[in-house]
């Protein structure tokens, strides 16, 4: 039953018009923050008042903004702020969830009960607060917001793997596992964890478009990324003045934001669908995951 | 029915107990000093002793979250560091934004949802019920704060149908006045909440559809939309009810952010400021209200989905 990462996965995902959709926009995504780092089609943070709110041109693909800053270069260098944030989240989430998940579904009876409340609690307790508590005490950054994105969707995530560990626990060939006298720690490796991932894949899929999301509200309240750094919510809330006079540039982080988004979802939709044929009617709650953005 | 409120009850204690725990630790035990964090870094040492003395932080820990907890139950949460005005009655000052633009979100979130959802599922394969499907997967993706902006664009500077920020200083005295400063918020959150509930519905009317005790109704006779009112939207209906309290903890959750860019004076504006200030008592107390009314409200649509639905009723022997 062990499920070896197969190349006839990727080949579907791609196959279907959502999930080539994804790859092309989260590709797009990688390669505009690798490529940030070496070059730049101008200074994300150069400032030149005389040049403030001018329109497209070869110099400013998008235009600048009010100090005069070039938007294409800002939105390209924000990718790093988003890579670092999307995958900070789904390492910190998928630890902590699949750590809740494995202890609250397959733990002592002792351990159980109280990990369930606790991730009651938890998920009752929205990531925005939690970052506003973290930010409270540390000041913010960007490792606020992952590490409380990180706890947050982590929960949820656990929910989810929870109940789909103790579903796989309770069939039969588990049992035949333990009756052929492999120990917890092999069938745990060899076939409950095997048999949860698609379900993990698709919920940390989601978690990491959700990051986005926190990180650009996080960002625009002023716990997320500093001033100085390039990042899309800073975009969003540095533009917020001048929407009555410059309503365009406005869109340009918001569609942005909004794109790579919507890459994550249909890509967990594509995962879904081409790796689990029993999730097509939406088994496992996600419901909580998607209420939670800010 | 006794046993399940009995059960349920004491885990909401419980829940209240440990966000009530979590929330007084992490403010407490996590590196640095608490009254150094509220003095700033510019405060001398006697500064910060003064303020380590008239908090009563110098006190034993579980002193100080007994104390904390008591004044919770009394309603007493102290005063705030900064301003000096008592925390309870800021929080139900603010708390007359908060609640009416939450319960507004909700109330157009569902009457986006609940409409559109059965129709796109019902008429799954025409061509609105794809769009609206499109578009609700996509209004999932769009940050709030965008969305709010695009929202002052079209309706305020554009239109000028609706005032893009603020609320009327005399609070509630002009109802309408106050309604329609909250009407573009609440369409903000609403519509993108909306579109998350739009998909939970459209998916539960689907398997309502497919579900044999619908079909059964058809083949004795009903149509398809008779047997889908009578026997399968009152299951939608329940389910609906069952996701109500996270509903509402998003709603929330998106009010903070909306309040922000509207300038509302609520909560969430309001803990934005205190954190700002490291106002950190009046924040633990901020923080741990709100996430009581979500764990409150969570527990009682629970005894509520429990007390409407017939299946749940079957185990109680």
Known sequence: ?294 | MSRFLAVRFLTLIAGLLLASLIIFLSLRLLPGDVAQVIGGTSASPDQVAAIRERLGLNRPLPLQYVDWLGGILTGKLGSSVVSGTPIAAEIAQKAQVTVPLTVYSLGIALLVALPLGVFAAYRRHALPSRVLSVLGVVAAAVPAVWAGLLGIVVFSTWLGWLPSQGFPRGGWEDPFRAMRALTLPALTIGLIEGAILFRFVKSATLSALGAEHVRTAMSRGHTRLGALIRHGLPGVGLSVVSMLGLQVAGLLVGAVVIEQLFSLPGLGRMLVVDVGQRDLIKVQSTLFVLTAVILILGAAVDVVHRLIDPRLRVDEQ
Do not use: C
Not at chain 1, 188 to 217: D, K, Y
Not at chain 1, 239 to 264: D, E, K, R, S
């Open chain 1, 1 to 294: 039953m062990s499920a070896r990462p197969d190349f006839g996965i990727f080949r579907q995902l791609v196959g279907s018009p959502r999930g080539a959709f994804a790859m092309i926009v989260l590709g797009i995504v990688a390669i505009a923050a690798l490529v940030s780092l070496f070059w730049l089609p101008g200074d994300p943070n150069h400032s030149n008042v005389y040049d403030a709110w001018a329109p497209p041109s070869a110099a400013h693909w998008l235009g600048t903004d009010y100090s005069g800053r070039d938007i294409a270069s800002r939105l390209i260098a924000g990718t790093r702020v988003t890579v670092l944030v999307v995958l900070g989240a789904a390492i910190v989430s998928g630890f902590i969830g699949l750590v809740l998940a494995v202890i609250s579904g397959l733990g002592p009876r002792t351990l159980r009960e109280p990990l369930v409340i606790l991730i009651d609690v938890l998920i009752a307790f929205p990531t925005l607060l939690l970052a506003m508590m973290l930010a409270a005490v540390f000041g913010s950054g960007i490792p606020i917001v992952i590490v409380s994105v990180g706890i947050g969707y982590g929960v949820q995530i656990a929910r989810v793997v929870r109940s789909e560990l103790r579903q796989i626990n309770a069939e039969d060939f588990i049992l035949a596992a333990r009756a052929a006298g492999l120990s917890r720690w092999t069938i745990l490796r060899m076939h409950l964890l095997p048999n949860a991932a698609p379900v993990f894949t698709v919920q940390l899929s989601l978690s990491m478009g959700l990051a986005i999301l926190a990180e650009a509200g996080l960002s625009y309240l002023g716990f997320g990324a500093p001033p100085s750094v390039p990042s899309w919510g800073l975009m969003l809330k540095d533009m917020q003045a001048y929407i009555a006079v410059h309503p365009t540039v406005v869109l340009w982080p918001g569609l942005t934001i909004t794109l790579t988004v919507l890459a994550f979802y249909l890509l967990g939709d594509a995962l879904r669908e081409s790796m689990d044929p029993r999730l097509r009617f939406g088994r496992g709650s996600t419901r909580k995951q998607e209420a939670e953005h800010g």
